[in-house]
């Protein structure tokens, strides 16, 4: 079992940069892959970003690739996600999950979730 607490949310202007974090504790983290997903107001959770266990494979939304990078540290129980060139459509609640061996971008094949971190983009 893995414990996910999500930190780095906050209000920036179109344009700015942000650095997600999520920490995990619990067993055997890099046996997990590691994925970001958001969810705005009124609109279905959407995939962003999935990196491998060791961290060699990563894979991309169409909507976030080329702005978004994600990143983990397993000497840390960390996964990252670098925002840049925020767009107000950004505006969501951004949550990082964990399965347990290979990735996808299946929201449902995730059984662990953080809390989530509320992400507010100003146009």
């Known amino acids: 079992q893995v414990q996910l607490v999500e930190s780095g949310g906050g209000l920036v202007q179109a344009g700015d940069s942000l650095r997600l974090s999520c920490a995990a504790s619990g067993r055997s983290f890099t046996y997990y892959a590691m994925a970001w997903f958001r969810q705005a107001p009124g609109k279905d959770r959407e995939f962003l970003a999935v990196?491998?266990?060791?961290?060699?494979?990563?894979y991309y939304a169409d909507s976030v690739k080329g702005r978004f990078t994600i990143s983990r540290d397993n000497a840390k129980n960390t996964v990252y996600l670098e925002m840049n060139s925020l767009k107000s459509e950004d505006t969501a609640v951004y949550y990082c999950?964990?399965?347990?061996?290979?990735?996808?971008?299946?929201?449902?094949?995730?059984?662990?979730w953080g809390q989530g971190t509320q992400v507010t983009v100003s146009s």
């Open positions: 990196i491998s266990t060791n961290g060699a494979n990563t």
């Open positions: 999950a964990a399965k347990w061996g290979p990735f996808t971008s299946d929201y449902a094949d995730y059984r662990y």
